[in-house]
């Protein structure tokens, strides 16, 4: 049987928003506790969602909030395990988590609020959502932006305090910014092929091969308009797709799943929540993929990363 790791999900905001108790089997929502052990997870991510339009002071008291949500309700809990640095996964007995922040909105211009979320837990940070923010330009910014000054010197401090620079949402020249300043791994925690999907948040094949090149990670998406842009086509197959043609172009070391649970409005057709996941093991044996490929794929490309990086 296979083990799932994945590098994205929204469900801090159902949380918080809604009150729901993830240590129960709930009605609503992609996922819960009691559905990530029935689908075999060993590690998921727990994105902090701010949205932009509220301004930088809003968006770091709500930022503040959902970490302590995240503390109080998820990694309170006797069989999650807050990872912080490399030895905890080891040390995780059921549900290893990774705490991340989508959009560093709440920046401003302090970079010692890096140092502080770092404190915090945190161990990632998408750099964008879709706009513009005080270090850089989302795709849907348009135009030539990409990193600003402050945001060269922000990927640098992340870098040093061993916070995973994470490039989904971000505009492509921004991308082609971090490439000039990084100098580990990033990672698109939770984006696809642009060849396979024309979407402005899937990756073009030169991205994909310099994240190959650095030794970072490609999350696959489960955001139906990221998987293709018909909606006959918007399915597990098709998602598959996306990791056959990037396996193809780099192999499959770089890929891992960033499905986007509770983030996205829908999932992919036949699908429900978290469980259904597991689909995607027989439709990537049936493309050729080795059994050893699949287990990197779902978990074990995933695990490596995060273990090296906070090594």
Known sequence: MYK????????LLN??????DLTKLNESGHLDLPRLRQANFVFQCFA??????????????????LIDTAHREIFNQPEV??????QDLDQAEELAALLSIEGADFLGDDLFLLDLVHSLGVRLITLTWNGRNSIADGVKVGGSGGLTRL????????QDLNIIVDVAHLSEH??????KVADRPFVASHSNAWQVCNHPRNLKDEQIKEISSRGGLIGMNLCRPFVAEEKEQQNLDM???????????VGSDVLCLGCDLDGIKAMPEGMRDVRDVAGITDLLAEAGFSPAEIRGICSDNLLGFVKNYLG
């Not at 799932?4 to 469900?11: G, I, K, M, T, W």
């Not at 945001?151 to 992340?158: H, L, Q, S």
Request: charged share 25%; aromatic share 12%.
């Open 4 to 11: 799932f790791a994945d590098f994205h999900c929204d469900s």
């Open 15 to 20: 949380i918080y928003l809604h009150e729901m």
């Open 48 to 65: 902090v969602f701010c949205d932009p339009k509220f301004g930088q002071e809003a968006a770091l008291r709500q930022t503040l909030r």
């Open 81 to 86: 395990t807050l990872i912080r640095q490399a």
């Open 151 to 158: 945001g060269v010197e922000a990927v640098k401090r992340m």
């Open 174 to 179: 921004g991308f082609w910014d971090v490439c």
């Open 239 to 249: 998602v598959v797709n996306h990791i056959r043609y990037i396996a193809d172009l």
